[in-house]
């Protein structure tokens, strides 16, 4: 399984954007890059993924490196919602996620 | 649609009995995976299923942990008999045809506390 490694915690201020990085350097040639976020005494939810690309979706967007050993996700105007846990996930073959400790996020007023 | 469904949202069972938690993934998922978290970590995989048969289950703590997806729908988590260091949220997720480019679905999970 491929390797991440992820700030432990970010603070944003609220409507101003976020740049979430991620390095997975071990990741393999077919895997995903997948980005979740967990909010308190909730269940983890999909923000994002991606293989070569950059993507949008109405949440978020993700810049993956050309190399691809590191992803960028951006949240364009953080909200005090947004406050959250989010995990960088190179996915398995099988997707089967392996969590690591993520990025705690603080949005202040 | 429907979220995935997970109950009970708390147990708290005393140490060397059992629990049983039940998972009802999105209709049409092909894909089940149990999941636990400890306070302040990530979630751990503990067994992956696709449709009824076990894809993964190196995670399992097989000597008391148990689990079974009759039907290839909803699937249950068993402990027998619970230790202390199994309090933690017990997170089930679906995805529609597994492999790494099918998101998962997480439910809102069953908080464990064994005393």
């Known amino acids: 399984d491929a390797k991440t490694t992820q700030p432990n915690s970010m603070e944003s201020n609220e409507e101003e954007p976020v740049h979430l990085p991620c390095n997975h350097s071990?990741?393999?040639?077919?895997?995903?890059i997948h980005w979740y976020r967990q909010l308190p005494s909730q269940g983890p939810e999909y923000v994002i993924h991606?293989?070569?690309s950059n993507v949008n979706n109405r949440m978020a967007s993700l810049a993956i490196a050309e190399d691809r050993k590191s992803s960028t996700l951006i949240l364009h105007r953080a909200t005090l919602r947004d406050a959250a846990v989010y995990y960088c996930i190179p996915g398995g073959s099988q997707g089967n996620l392996i969590f690591g400790k993520g990025t705690k996020l603080s949005v202040k007023p | 649609e429907a979220g995935v469904a997970q109950s009970p949202r708390y147990k708290i069972i005393e140490k060397r009995q059992s629990v049983a938690f039940w998972c009802n993934p999105i209709s049409g998922h092909a894909t089940l995976y149990w999941y636990q978290q400890i306070l302040g970590q990530g979630p751990k995989l503990l067994i992956q299923f696709q449709n009824n048969g076990v894809v993964d289950d190196s995670q399992l703590p097989k000597d008391r942990f148990s689990a079974e997806r009759l039907k290839g729908v909803d699937s249950t988590l068993k402990i027998q008999p619970a230790k202390l260091e199994d309090s933690a949220v017990y997170l089930c997720?679906?995805?529609?045809?597994?492999?790494?480019?099918?998101?998962?679905?997480f439910g809102n999970g069953t908080r464990l506390t064994v005393t």
């Open positions: 071990t990741i393999s040639g077919t895997d995903y």
């Open positions: 991606g293989l070569t």
């Open positions: 997720a679906s995805s529609s045809i597994g492999g790494n480019n099918s998101p998962l679905h």
